[in-house]
């Protein structure tokens, strides 16, 4: 599973929101004092995010640093796709300052494609409280993303690619929706699969008339938790498993430690999570949906798909931010593996 060559034709091609993460551990009761909702996705202004670093880093006598990272759920997607050997591509928009120039050195240090709009402004960034348990409660600032145009929108990757991906964050501005709305006219067109992680239970409040659209027009793959999945349905996390494979081709719904299931019409799986020491659950769907698109990519069962996703989601939520461990592309082999010998 060696890295993408540079210069290739996109396999995967994502748009959704380039954030920058600020990671900070506190206790339950820094979320109280705050009034804020653990484990949701929360969007606030500049003055509001400032007043929480603050509140958050100075405490005790002592000021603390936040760990950085760049961000974003398609960005996280993306780049861990790219480390299993998927030629990757990403748009949105950052600005020219020192956040924007992380978030691309991130992006770059990734080998994913770089097809960011700069635009005048700041670069969008996220407050990411973690907390004993490992949940994640986010505080976003999305800067000059909301500005992100229909001009700014990489066709000729997204008519070359094979799967056109994004989020339920992505529909936000007038301008935000034109634009995801014109790639996935240009994905359809072109022949693309169209992927979504529904993401959080904020964007499907915020946007759930159009993910029902487009859940009715037919998404091809689409990732939802529990949570998310309910919010659509109705339903527990099988029977919305069944209920959205009625008009989507491959359906995933993660149910957390009981793990996930998965269907693709009249096959259905349930695969079990892993156990593990939980650090911080922040792009656990994310690596997921990383994992499960290279495995449709390389033509693998639906089933061994969802098993590539839950072990890489088990392994980054051991470690602070979205990250991976050195030897989990030997280990997502072995899964491959294990296919390869069932159907011999």
């Known amino acids: ?95 020219g300052d020192d956040t924007g120039r992380l978030f691309e050195r991130g992006l770059n240090a990734s080998h994913v494609q770089n097809r960011l709009a700069r635009i005048d402004g700041v670069t969008g960034t996220s ?106 349905t109705g339903l527990g996390p099988e029977a919305a498993a069944r209920e959205l494979a009625k008009t989507i081709d491959v359906v995933a719904v993660k149910d957390g430690v009981r793990g996930a299931w998965v269907r693709r019409g009249d096959e259905v799986h349930r695969v079990p999570a892993h156990q593990v020491d939980v650090v911080d659950t922040t792009g656990a769907g994310d690596c997921f949906a990383a994992g499960f698109l290279y495995g449709l990519l390389r033509g693998l069962s639906i089933r061994t798909c969802c098993e590539i996703g839950i072990a890489m989601a088990a392994d980054t939520i051991t470690h602070l931010g979205v990250k991976l461990s050195p030897d989990i592309r030997e280990r997502l082999t072995a899964i491959e593996q294990r296919q390869a010998a069932a159907v011999q």
């Open 1 to 95: 599973m060696a890295g993408p060559p540079r210069n290739t034709d996109p396999e995967l091609v994502g748009i959704e929101n380039a954030i920058l993460d600020l990671l900070v551990r506190v206790e339950d009761r820094h979320l109280d004092e705050m009034g804020l909702d653990k484990g949701i996705m929360k969007l606030v202004s500049a003055a509001e995010q400032e007043a929480i670093l603050d509140h958050v880093l100075n405490r005790d006598g002592e000021i603390l640093q936040p760990e950085i990272e760049a961000g974003g759920s398609c960005a996280n997607v993306l780049r861990a796709a790219s480390l299993l050997g998927v030629a990757a591509s990403y748009s949105s928009a950052v600005a």
């Open 127 to 232: 407050v990411v409280l973690v907390t004993p348990d490992g949940e994640r409660t986010m505080n976003t600032h999305l800067g000059v993303c909301r500005k992100y145009r229909p001009e700014h929108v990489p066709e000729d990757d997204i008519r070359r690619s094979r799967i056109f991906f994004t989020t339920g964050y992505i529909w936000d501005t007038p301008n935000q929706i034109d634009a995801i709305e014109h790639a996935i006219e240009v994905a359809r067109a072109a022949g693309a699969k169209l992927a979504i992680d529904v993401a959080d239970p904020f964007a499907v409040r915020r946007s759930r008339d159009h993910l029902m659209r487009h859940k009715e027009q037919g998404f091809d793959i689409l990732f939802a938790n529990a949570e998310e999945a309910r919010m659509m």
